[in-house]
């Protein structure tokens, strides 16, 4: 698939491509050919190096994006994968199980989204019923028992609006995942690797560190269903995106993302290796940090971070509180 | 035959203890309700003095659904309750001490038109926000109680809104108190973006921890409640109530069907529809709502 922002790249590879078959040893042609891949790399760092939130956006949903299975793999030798809720079902938009990161054994959970599409439709695109929900929280009673700390990859637009999702209790399954994460006694890690739709994405990542990739989101709802309830107009997406403050970038300078990894140029799509590469490396290091914090701490520390987000105003006071890290 | 006729004779009996018990109440709330300053019911009223029925089309003479804390006295329908008329319901007189009143929303995000949003909210209400909490005494028990207002920006959950919830389960852990949330909200308010997400994950690990201790939280579910405030603390409680009718759910109904172009049944994320998937506990009528609490108080003292 190519965004609609990328296509002047995609025209000049292909142009050179077409050169490179054509050349051969033709002098004249590889001059041609260097002077376009000149104008290549120009050309990328123009367009990506000033991506607008809702281009962004399209970048965390682009289906090449690396995804759960990419990340497993490069994370962890073994896993040992755990399915179902324990109550009837199986949502296949939530996988977990265990794994081995470096050293360390870990709970590893996350979305879903699936790569044909037929995995697509079975895992719902990433948007999890209460099934999903209370195998995530099924996971984090595992965790606490084992004492193994918790690691989550955020890649979904949401949590399913569907009549069987209401059913079945949706809310209640994401609200008792929250009530979970929040008092787990084991490190919890949350990496946002596409996309962090709204409650659907907070059940997996109330953490203890939460690290963004650069073009991820995180938001209380999608860009366009804001852009239709708060200015009636679903075009006006672009603006809802920038307006709400959604990118990894701007999440850091609230204080609710902790870190964010930058992406190879053009996004994690267009060299997969080097943006597993770099979320290995930060998740292996929070681990290890947060290893040497007790369950007291941790679970202190996890209350102090979210008990002051906030930005209102209180008489007598000077402003309201902002994020941690502010 | 015997038998189901006895059942039958059972069931008028009960049916006539409750409208006895209903005109009891009536006469008791109307006369609270009538010393109680002027509170809008959130109806379209038609001539200032009659307002129809959305629930059953009959003419309800204004106040008398005043006097009913906007129940239909023909159908019982179930208006949405201003958060001050909640409390009046609630807490036994005189006892509500608010607590950190004057807090107000900031505008973290420079949004468009939410200043605007906010001060209208204020005029029509009085309110500083979507919430009103502090603690009380139901029935002679204290508790923290918190109530939610719809007509404040749709009760949407934004930094003031938790917060105040926050603080409130705070005081309840605090002063080992049984805590009282009633819930009326659309779900996030977007104007905050991110940090309304974010109350949801605030709330979460306060309320957490005060679930750690044995006293009770009973939270209470009215007309509507969704998104953001049911996948929170709405739905997180020992007992979850509801009010006759009300829609509760994560989604709405109208993007479930615009996402899915599913056909929703009748009644569907209604309060009997959860309670019929086994995800709501009680129904409760506004007016036996006090009641209903007392004596769910009264076991764990
Ligand atoms: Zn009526």
Redesign the pocket.
């Known amino acids: 698939m190519i965004l609609e922002f990328e296509k002047p790249v995609r025209e000049l590879e292909a142009r050179i491509a077409e050169l490179h078959r054509l050349a051969g040893p033709n002098a004249e042609l590889q001059e041609e050919i260097s002077r376009l891949e000149d104008a290549l790399d120009a050309a990328k760092r123009r367009i990506y190096s000033n991506l607008t939130p809702y281009q962004r956006v399209q970048v965390a949903r682009h289906p090449d994006r690396p995804d759960f299975d990419r990340y497993r793999d490069a994370l962890a030798d073994d896993f040992y994968e755990l399915s179902g809720d324990r109550l009837g079902a199986d949502d296949p938009a939530v996988r977990g199980g265990l794994a081995k990161i470096g050293s360390r054994s870990v709970v590893l959970l996350g979305h879903e989204k699936g790569d044909d599409v037929n995995s697509r439709v079975k895992s719902n695109f990433g948007m999890a019923h209460p099934e999903g929900y209370r195998k995530a929280g099924r996971l984090y009673d595992l965790a606490e028992r084992l004492e193994l700390p918790i690691v989550s990859l955020i890649d979904t637009p949401g949590a399913a609006p569907a009549r069987a999702a209401e059913e079945r209790g949706q809310a209640w399954a994401i609200s008792a995942d929250l009530m979970a994460l929040a008092r787990v006694p084991v490190p919890v890690v949350a990496v946002v690797i596409g996309e962090g739709g709204s409650g659907g994405a907070l059940a997996m990542c109330l953490a203890d560190h939460v690290v963004m990739l650069e073009n991820s989101y995180l938001s209380v709802i999608a860009p366009e269903a804001c852009a239709s309830i708060i200015f009636r107009d679903e075009k006006r997406a672009p603006e809802a995106a920038e307006a709400m403050k959604i990118t990894a970038r701007d999440l850091l300078a609230h204080g609710i993302a902790d870190e964010v990894l930058p992406e190879p140029l053009g996004g994690a799509h267009n060299e997969p290796e080097a943006a597993v590469e770099a979320v290995v490396r930060a998740i292996e290091g929070t681990l290890s940090k947060l290893s040497r914090l007790g369950p007291e701490s941790l679970v202190k520390n996890r209350y102090e971070r979210y008990r002051r987000i906030g930005t209102h105003v209180t008489e007598g006071e000077m402003a309201g509180t902002r994020g941690p890290g502010e | 035959m015997r038998c189901a006729r006895r059942s039958i004779a059972r069931s008028a009996r009960r049916r006539g203890a409750e409208i006895r018990n209903w005109l009891h109440k009536r006469r008791e709330y109307s006369r609270s309700a009538s010393e109680a300053p002027d509170t809008e019911s959130g109806l379209a009223s038609t001539n200032g003095v009659f307002t129809k029925?959305e629930?059953?089309g009959?003419p309800?003479y204004e106040k008398e659904l005043k006097a009913r804390f906007n129940v239909?006295p023909?159908?019982q329908?179930h208006y949405p309750l201003p958060a001050p008329e909640r409390v009046r319901l609630l807490a036994d007189e005189g006892s509500f001490s608010e607590r950190d009143a004057g807090m107000t929303a900031g505008d973290p995000l420079g949004f468009e038109d939410y200043r605007e949003k906010l001060e209208s909210a204020h005029e029509k209400t009085g309110l500083d926000d979507a919430i009103l909490s502090g603690v009380a005494r139901i029935g002679g028990h204290p508790v923290a109680l918190a109530a939610m207002d719809f007509r404040f920006i749709g009760g949407s959950m934004g930094s003031v809104v938790g917060e105040r919830i926050t603080r409130t389960v705070e005081a309840a852990h605090d002063g080992g108190l049984p805590l009282v949330i009633v819930s009326a909200s659309g779900g996030a308010r977007m104007y905050e973006g991110i940090y309304s997400l974010m109350q949801m994950a605030k709330t979460s690990v306060a309320l957490s921890r005060y679930m750690t201790g044995s006293s009770p939280y009973v939270s209470v579910l009215t007309d509507p409640t969704f998104g953001g405030v049911t996948a929170s603390f709405g739905t997180a409680a020992d007992v979850v109530i509801a009010e006759p009718g009300a829609r509760i759910g994560f989604a709405g109904a109208r993007v479930i069907e615009s996402t899915t172009k599913e056909r929703l049944p009748e009644g569907f994320q209604t309060a009997e529809f959860q309670k019929e998937h086994g995800l709501v506990d009680r129904i409760v009528h506004r007016l036996e709502l006090k009641d209903d609490l007392e004596r769910f108080l009264g076991f764990l003292t």
């Open positions: 029925c629930g059953c009959q309800i239909c023909h159908c329908f």
